[in-house]
């Protein structure tokens, strides 16, 4: 299954709500990804321009879609930026197929 990266940020709602009552959000991502068919790899907070990252895995994009979205959906979190990661051993071969393609590609302007 795919792997994707996410961070975001909470609303200072979220945050306020979240102090008045501290919860493990991992647990709620949890039971979210589970009804998306996906689960949670890692859920941290962090320091500086993002609140949180999560590393999730999903059936395919479209229900990682789903789950972002129905998030988002709700209020608490904002500005979620997720990048889709692969393994090395698939990145070794994206580089092997890019080295079939890469002698019939043309440059834009090249010749």
Do not use: C, N, W
């Given at each position: 299954?795919?792997?994707?990266?996410?961070?975001?940020?909470?609303?200072?709602?979220?945050?306020?709500?979240?102090?008045?009552?501290?919860?493990?959000?991992?647990?709620a991502l949890?039971?979210?990804?589970?009804?998306?068919?996906?689960?949670?790899?890692?859920?941290?907070?962090?320091?500086?321009?993002?609140?949180?990252?999560?590393?999730?895995?999903?059936?395919?994009?479209?229900?990682?879609?789903?789950?972002?979205?129905?998030?988002?959906?709700a209020g608490?979190?904002?500005?979620?930026?997720?990048?889709?990661?692969?393994?090395s051993i698939?990145?070794?071969?994206?580089?092997?197929?890019?080295?079939?393609?890469?002698?019939?590609?043309?440059?834009?302007?090249?010749?």
């Amino acid at each position: 299954m795919p792997i994707f990266i996410t961070q975001g940020r909470y609303t200072r709602e979220a945050i306020k709500g979240m102090i008045v009552k501290p919860e493990d959000r991992a647990e709620a991502l949890s039971r979210h990804m589970a009804k998306a068919g996906g689960r949670v790899i890692g859920y941290y907070l962090t320091f500086g321009e993002y609140d949180f990252l999560t590393i999730l895995e999903a059936p395919s994009e479209l229900q990682m879609a789903a789950a972002l979205l129905s998030a988002a959906s709700a209020g608490g979190v904002t500005d979620l930026r997720t990048t889709l990661a692969m393994s090395s051993i698939e990145a070794k071969g994206a580089f092997a197929a890019a080295s079939d393609l890469t002698p019939t590609y043309r440059s834009p302007g090249g010749a």
